[in-house]
């Protein structure tokens, strides 16, 4: 039923209709929040272990070490094998940090500012500066640039990654185009993955800047539910292509542990990875390194990581399997809006009729259930078509779930119609 190609009269009495199944749900009361994407009450409980785990009482690392006390500035050995396992990148040129992975995103960021890198002078006193901006994509990224003055430029989104004509042109023209933030492993929030040749483009584009820096936040590397994706070595492909230095890698456990106390890591070239250390030496004693030992204890390597994020994928499949057949049972087929169906990751997004999104988390929120604010997923939160949401699957119960998405799908539809009729 493509709804876009009703009459006047046909979209009048079906708002009507709508409009009245939506007065059914505002009156439920409901209390609903899919705005973030966080790990359920049930999955954190599948993780209370690593909380025990030291009870023992030995602290000690393998090579007796007391993680009490001070010492090891850039992360204990056996926490950078599990994460060198998991992502391929030798041991020697990880440096392991706290729970969050953006604080080692700012601190990158801020190092660039303040001292500059391979002699260039600090962006500070570079003039005005710019950084690429894949969008849809991750609010928290482009809070950081917009805080310290980056001019961000948006840039649309294949589905093999960002549009890489676009910012081969906007990089190799433009020495004030300093850097691209990308979530190369099931994208936030569409859930597209990073294609060879876009890796190898990246890594090997002309750029005007001599310091141009890739921020690559593989944030849910292992994150598969339905079906194991690679992602091409991005470190290896700037080695090769000659660029060794261009890229900066995160990860972290936020969403294998415990978000609030995880650990994560920075990854990058030997002459960049000596560069942080150098400023980490004044900056800190080091991360908490009881907390890595407690992941390593609860561990003990790689494999038994990735069969915990299967476990978890069991958790998870349910839930975005009823956003997904709910989304195709309701709007497939209306012309009211357009979705993705990723295989890993935390989101789902939804494009609605253009001019609909604001409207449709207006009408959510007034029913009871809150999502992520529109245009979040655009630099400036400014969505230029107003079309795109972000769906966060993993919080609420599967019965809380059935009600919120479908309430979503409501309200999708009763805002489209709504600007049909005003047109």
């Known amino acids: 039923m493509k709804i876009t190609e009703f009459g006047r009269e046909e ?5 009507k209709e709508l409009r009245a199944e939506y007065e059914k749900f505002a009156a439920m009361g409901l209390k609903l929040d899919m705005s973030r994407g966080k790990p359920s009450p049930e999955q954190l409980d599948k993780i209370n272990g690593l909380l025990e785990v030291l009870d023992g009482g030995d602290y000690k690392t393998e090579a007796g070490v007391d993680t009490r006390n001070y010492g090891i500035l850039d992360g204990i050995p056996e926490m950078k094998k599990i994460f060198s396992d998991l992502t391929g990148i030798p041991c020697d040129q990880i440096v392991v940090g706290g729970n969050s992975s953006l604080n080692l995103m700012f601190d990158a960021m801020m190092r660039l500012m303040v001292f500059g890198t391979e002699g260039n002078a600090p962006w500070k ?6 950084w690429l901006c894949p969008s849809p994509g991750y609010d928290r990224h482009f809070g950081v640039t917009e805080l310290l003055g980056f001019e961000m430029i948006p840039v649309p989104m294949t589905e093999n990654g960002p549009d890489m004509a676009v910012v081969e042109e906007l990089a190799a023209k433009d020495p004030a185009v300093k850097g691209i933030w990308c979530v190369p492993l099931y994208s936030n929030p569409q859930g597209i993955c990073y294609s060879d040749e876009t890796v190898d483009r990246l890594a090997s584009m002309k750029t005007a800047a001599e310091d141009f820096r890739i921020f690559w936040d593989n944030a849910y590397g292992v994150h598969h539910i339905y079906e194991e994706r690679k992602l091409k070595d991005i470190l290896s492909a700037c080695k090769e292509a000659g660029n060794e230095n261009r890229v900066f890698y995160f990860f972290s456990t936020s969403k294998i542990t415990f978000p ?5 890591m920075i990854a990058s070239s030997p002459a960049n990875v000596a560069e942080i250390r150098k400023a980490m030496t004044i900056q800190t004693i080091g991360s908490d390194k009881v907390n890595q030992l407690r ?17 978890m994928a069991e958790t998870l499949r349910p839930k975005f399997d009823m956003v997904l057949d709910t989304l195709k049972e309701e709007l497939d087929g209306t012309g009211l809006a357009f979705f993705n169906s990723p295989k890993g990751g935390y989101f789902v997004s939804v494009d609605t009729l253009p001019g609909c999104a604001k409207r449709t988390v207006a009408l959510a929120k007034e029913a009871g259930v809150v999502m992520t604010g529109a ?20 919080y609420p119960s599967l019965e809380e779930l059935d009600k919120a998405i479908h309430l979503f799908c409501l309200c999708v539809k009763l805002a489209g119609v709504e600007k049909l009729l005003e047109k």
């Open 125 to 130: 006193e570079q003039g005005k500066l710019k």
């Open 11 to 15: 979209l009048a009495v079906l708002e």
């Open 260 to 264: 609030g106390a995880g650990v994560s």
């Open 295 to 311: 992941h390593v204890r609860y561990f003990g390597n790689a494999e038994n990581v990735k069969k915990h994020m299967a476990a």
């Open 375 to 394: 245009g979040a997923t655009y630099p400036y939160k400014k969505d230029p078509e107003d079309k795109n949401i972000r769906i966060a699957p993993t």
